[in-house]
């Protein structure tokens, strides 16, 4: 079983900064990316920012120059920089990651998700 446990979310004013962090555990084989996906309240879940086990990153435009995505592959932990926040930023963050996990005899590849962090920017 794998599972995925985030951290850090909360309550802050526009300008200010969070980070959060999500590790996978279980059986894992290796997790082919790793990202962040919100959902704000009445609008629909959009991916924020992935990467890749090489260290290819995306982003959607809003966050751009704002947030920093990294990974330790070591640790498999993702973590989400965000700094300049701005009230429309307010929304459940999700965690996310393909991630082949062993089920003997054979690898299978699923996508799993963590349970929601609360990200909340005051104006």
């Known amino acids: 079983q794998v599972q995925l446990v985030e951290s850090g979310g909360g309550l802050v004013q526009a300008g200010g900064s969070l980070r959060l962090s999500c590790t996978a555990s279980?059986?894992?084989?290796?997790?082919?990316?790793m990202g962040w996906y919100r959902q704000g309240p009445g609008n629909e879940r959009e991916l924020v920012a992935r990467i890749t086990y090489s260290g290819t990153i995306n982003y959607v435009d809003s966050v751009k120059g704002r947030f920093t995505i990294s990974r330790d592959n070591a640790k498999n932990t993702v973590y989400l920089q965000m700094n300049s926040l701005k009230p429309e930023d307010t929304a459940v963050y999700y965690c996310n990651a393909r991630i082949q996990s062993f089920r003997p005899p054979t690898v299978r590849s699923d996508d799993y998700w963590g349970q929601g962090t609360q990200v909340t920017v005051s104006s």
């Open positions: 279980g059986s894992i084989s290796s997790i082919n990316y």
